[in-house]
């Protein structure tokens, strides 16, 4: 009877290592990569039909150790779209440094656009930047520089007359 026990579980034992062999278990994959969108510059201070250079920084690891293996995407392309009311202005962004991407943005409209940054690797989508940016008439962004201008131009003046003045002796 002990014998029959032992030679069972011979037999079952062999059929599991056959079938582990026909079937493999895969273990996790260490090296998938996964990326992120870590720095977007050049887009916070846009002014209507003026070109602004955009940047955006992409960085690659592995997702089991990510601290450990944060390196520069240079194996990705890196697009924007830009978005307001029932307009679409798309952009592409070209590698300019490991990890670096730029391109020239220019929106037609001030207001508030939704900015959608994307990153893709081999037709899909591996990282996005979600962010809203306002955009500003030309005339508004220089209305403070036109308003710095007339204060000092009015103190100028002031000092000027007060300057002249002199206090009557009695």
Do not use: C
């Not at 508004?140 to 100028?156: A, D, H, P, Q, Y």
């Amino acid at each position: 009877m002990i014998l029959r026990i032992r030679q069972s579980l011979i037999v079952i034992s062999v059929l599991i290592l056959i079938i582990m062999m026909i079937h493999p278990v895969s273990a996790k994959d260490d090296s998938k990569k996964q990326y992120m969108i870590t720095k977007v510059t050049g887009v916070y201070q846009m002014t209507v039909e003026q070109s602004n250079k955009m940047e955006v920084k992409v960085i690659q690891f592995n997702q089991d150790h990510p601290k450990d293996t944060n390196e520069p995407a240079s194996d990705v392309k890196v697009s924007a779209v830009f978005q307001k009311d029932q307009q679409a202005k798309p952009f592409s962004l070209q590698q300019t440094d490991d990890g670096l991407y730029q391109g020239d943005v220019t929106l037609p409209e001030s207001g508030e656009w939704k900015m959608v940054v994307m990153t893709t690797m081999d037709g899909e989508t591996v990282a996005t930047h979600n962010e809203t940016i306002t955009v500003e008439n030309a005339s508004n962004s220089m209305m403070w520089f036109i308003g710095l201008g007339v204060g000092i131009v009015l103190l100028v003046i002031l000092l000027l007359i007060f300057r002249r003045r002199k206090p009557q002796e009695s």
